[in-house]
């Protein structure tokens, strides 16, 4: 599976939750998710902006899907 597919069907799981970039990374055990997720981003209702990761409490960048 791409990676893509693979952030796009872990963000959706998630909804409308929103989660940031470094936990798809841990959670899908992948390098680095920021690509798939810019580009995730404004397509089939995923939507990046600051938040609080549902993961981790923490604010910053987060990607959902509304
Ligand atoms: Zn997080």
Redesign the pocket.
């Known amino acids: 599976m791409k990676i893509l597919d693979e952030v796009a069907r872990f963000v959706a799981r998630l909804a409308p939750e929103p ?2 970039d ?3 990374a841990q959670k899908l055990s992948l390098d680095d998710v920021a690509l798939a997720s810019h580009e995730l981003a404004g397509s089939h209702g995923f939507q990046r902006s600051k938040g609080v ?4 409490d ?1 604010s910053g960048m ?1 990607i959902r899907r509304h």
Do not use: S
């Not at 990761?53 to 981790?56: E, F, I, M, S, Y």
């Open positions: 989660v940031c470094p936990c798809i990761c549902r993961l981790r923490q987060v």
